[in-house]
């Protein structure tokens, strides 16, 4: 098997059977049921493409193996081309960094591409060799499309838990010393990305169910409606983890400047105290003559009283006032 030929199947009876390399293109084009899967990343995959499957549109050949793409659902004669997101849970890569699966699809070959490895993908290779294996084309995208929205639900539910804990941690101890904001930037922005891809994948599905394909069943129509009901589930659970964490990032920031506002208040009463304070203190500091006091010994402690009194009569006028 080329490197670039990562999977290649023809199903039959009810079976799938794995194409040697000089078998793919004659199972290709054959009137049974192949696929095969390619890597999206390696050179040799769009020359291969272009010159042994030349009987595709060049349209096909270019929305399978441009750089970046969106999850969309294009009608193409009787066949489709679908492209579509699934969670990345390859080692060492965030599960929110979506990878995209971009195939094309008729009543008799199925050709996809992915750049990175797709536990669906792989999945639906391991069940390819079995009698429990994709009988159609349909059943095979239903059984894709189930797996990939399987994989976004899972992903999003952690996300939910995730909000969870923290809803319950600040609730129970909101000045616990813990790094509220942190936990909330990484979980908005896990939902941030997530919504990204999963948005215009709802609205794939929703058409993908809806095409006008002969080798659609009712029953396939039926599974990928599901599927389609799950990912518009997990893009509402991501909306409400985004406004979840809003909300706490206003209680946090609200908090804050509560905090500073009570401070500054103290402090300006504190100011207003010590303003007249400072007045008598500063007048009578002045070295000229003339100071009242001057020649008596207890003029020092009959100022340091009067200005106690001072303070206590301002305490009781910012009572009264309702300053304190």
């Given at each position: 098997?080329?490197?670039?030929?990562?999977?290649?199947?023809?199903?039959?009876?009810?079976?799938?059977?794995?194409?040697?390399?000089?078998?793919?293109?004659?199972?290709?084009?054959?009137?049974?049921?192949?696929?095969?899967?390619?890597?999206?990343?390696?050179?040799?995959?769009?020359?291969?493409?272009?010159?042994?499957?030349?009987?595709?549109?060049?349209?096909?050949?270019?929305?399978?193996?441009?750089?970046?793409?969106?999850?969309?659902?294009?009608?193409?004669?009787?066949?489709?081309?679908?492209?579509?997101?699934?969670?990345?849970?390859?080692?060492?890569?965030?599960?929110?960094?979506?990878?995209?699966?971009?195939?094309?699809?008729?009543?008799?070959?199925?050709?996809?591409?992915?750049?990175?490895?797709?536990?669906?993908?792989?999945?639906?290779?391991?069940?390819?060799?079995?009698?429990?294996?994709?009988?159609?084309?349909?059943?095979?995208?239903?059984?894709?499309?189930?797996?990939?929205?399987?994989?976004?639900?899972?992903?999003?539910?952690?996300?939910?838990?995730?909000?969870?804990?923290?809803?319950?941690?600040?609730?129970?101890?909101?000045?616990?010393?813990?790094?509220?904001?942190?936990?909330?930037?990484?979980?908005?922005?896990?939902?941030?990305?997530?919504?990204?891809?999963?948005?215009?994948?709802?609205?794939?599905?929703?058409?993908?169910?809806?095409?006008d394909c002969q080798w659609l069943t009712e029953m396939?129509?039926?599974?990928?409606?599901?599927?389609?009901?799950?990912?518009?589930?997990?893009?509402?659970?991501?909306?409400?983890?985004?406004?979840?964490?809003?909300?706490?990032?206003?209680?946090?920031?609200?908090?804050?400047?509560?905090?500073?506002?009570?401070?500054?208040?103290?402090?300006?009463?504190?100011?207003?105290?010590?303003?007249?304070?400072?007045?008598?203190?500063?007048?009578?500091?002045?070295?000229?003559?003339?100071?009242?006091?001057?020649?008596?010994?207890?003029?020092?402690?009959?100022?340091?009283?009067?200005?106690?009194?001072?303070?206590?009569?301002?305490?009781?006028?910012?009572?009264?006032?309702?300053?304190?």
């Amino acid at each position: 098997m080329s490197d670039f030929i990562l999977h290649a199947f023809e199903v039959l009876n009810d079976s799938g059977i794995p194409l040697e390399r000089e078998k793919i293109i004659d199972g290709l084009k054959s009137h049974d049921l192949a696929w095969v899967h390619l890597d999206a990343a390696h050179p040799f995959t769009k020359p291969w493409l272009e010159t042994e499957l030349s009987f595709l549109d060049p349209f096909i050949v270019a929305a399978l193996t441009v750089d970046e793409t969106r999850p969309r659902v294009t009608k193409i004669g009787d066949g489709v081309l679908l492209i579509m997101r699934g969670m990345n849970f390859n080692e060492g890569q965030a599960d929110e960094d979506m990878v995209s699966v971009r195939l094309y699809a008729d009543a008799e070959r199925i050709i996809s591409l992915t750049k990175r490895p797709v536990r669906s993908v792989l999945e639906l290779a391991d069940v390819m060799r079995t009698d429990r294996g994709p009988k159609s084309t349909g059943h095979f995208l239903q059984l894709l499309v189930y797996g990939l929205s399987k994989r976004v639900d899972k992903a999003v539910a952690g996300l939910d838990d995730q909000m969870d804990e923290t809803e319950r941690l600040f609730v129970d101890g909101p000045e616990n010393g813990h790094d509220y904001r942190r936990d909330l930037s990484s979980i908005r922005m896990k939902a941030i990305k997530i919504r990204r891809h999963v948005a215009p994948q709802r609205e794939a599905l929703f058409e993908l169910k809806s095409l006008d394909c002969q080798w659609l069943t009712e029953m396939d129509r039926r599974s990928i409606h599901e599927s389609y009901n799950r990912t518009l589930r997990a893009v509402e659970e991501l909306d409400a983890v985004r406004e979840r964490s809003q909300i706490i990032k206003d209680e946090i920031s609200s908090g804050l400047s509560e905090k500073l506002n009570r401070n500054t208040y103290v402090l300006s009463l504190i100011a207003a105290i010590f303003l007249p304070l400072g007045f008598l203190t500063g007048l009578f500091g002045i070295n000229i003559g003339g100071l009242p006091g001057i020649e008596s010994g207890n003029a020092f402690w009959v100022f340091c009283i009067s200005m106690i009194i001072l303070v206590g009569i301002q305490i009781i006028v910012f009572k009264k006032l309702k300053w304190f």
